[in-house]
């Protein structure tokens, strides 16, 4: 890998961390927004300054991101591909914030069927952009290539949950338990994804790379 790709690639996968931590902080701030998808009956009213409030944080999470994909795209170019995706994902998450900010509540488009529709997307982009990690992972570490793998399949058993209408209330569950067991799973992997991209920023930096490499990348 050339100085600069490997520079490049470097400052990728920061603001990826970087991006990540938003989405983490997201998950922090307002995680009982997940009731609108698992038990919208249940879920708190929000005057219109706390959704705009409690949004922003995944409303910037794309931000560095998508700034992120082409980095990521010197090496693996499907990556390239993300970028209309993740615009898209970031106009959604902003079309939410500025219907929140203008005072709309939270009812069944907005509550259910926009939130399955950016999970959809969500699934998607977070998948296909961990395949890419977990390709570049492989040039340097096969444990860490492992692990991005298993972060990426485990995400989409979780998002795809949580975009399912299960039924909480006929079976007797409690919505805020099953919201926190969802939250707990979905913190944690958001957290390891975070952990194996900066140890995947730090193995690129110490190692060194052969001609195979090379080419590859």
């Not at 300054?49 to 090496?75: S, T």
Request: glycine residues 8%; charged residues 15%; neutral net charge.
């Amino acid at each position: 890998m050339k100085s600069w790709k490997r520079h490049s690639l470097y400052v990728a996968l920061t603001r990826l961390i970087w991006g990540y931590g938003l989405l983490y902080l997201q998950l922090v701030f307002r995680g009982d927004r997940y009731l609108d998808l698992v038990a919208p009956e249940y879920a708190p009213a929000l005057e219109w300054w706390e959704q705009v409030i409690f949004a922003l944080p995944y409303y910037l999470g794309y931000i560095p991101i998508i700034a992120a994909l082409p980095g990521i795209a010197l090496c693996e170019r499907s990556a390239k591909l993300l970028r209309p995706l993740g615009w898209t994902l970031l106009a959604l998450e902003g079309a939410r914030w500025l219907y929140a900010l203008c005072g709309g509540s939270s009812g069944v488009w907005f509550g259910y069927v926009y939130g399955v529709l950016l999970c959809v997307l969500t699934l998607y982009f977070h998948f296909q952009l961990l395949t890419n990690l977990a390709n570049i992972a492989g040039r340097f570490s096969r444990e860490r290539a492992h692990n991005l793998r298993l972060v990426r399949t485990l995400n989409l058993i979780v998002i795809t949950l949580c975009s399912l209408p299960l039924p909480i209330a006929d079976l007797g569950w409690d919505p805020w338990l099953v919201t926190g067991i969802i939250l707990i799973i979905a913190a944690f992997l958001i957290l390891t994804a975070r952990s194996e991209i900066l140890g995947l920023r730090r193995e690129m930096v110490e190692s060194i790379c052969t001609d195979t490499e090379v080419e590859s990348c």
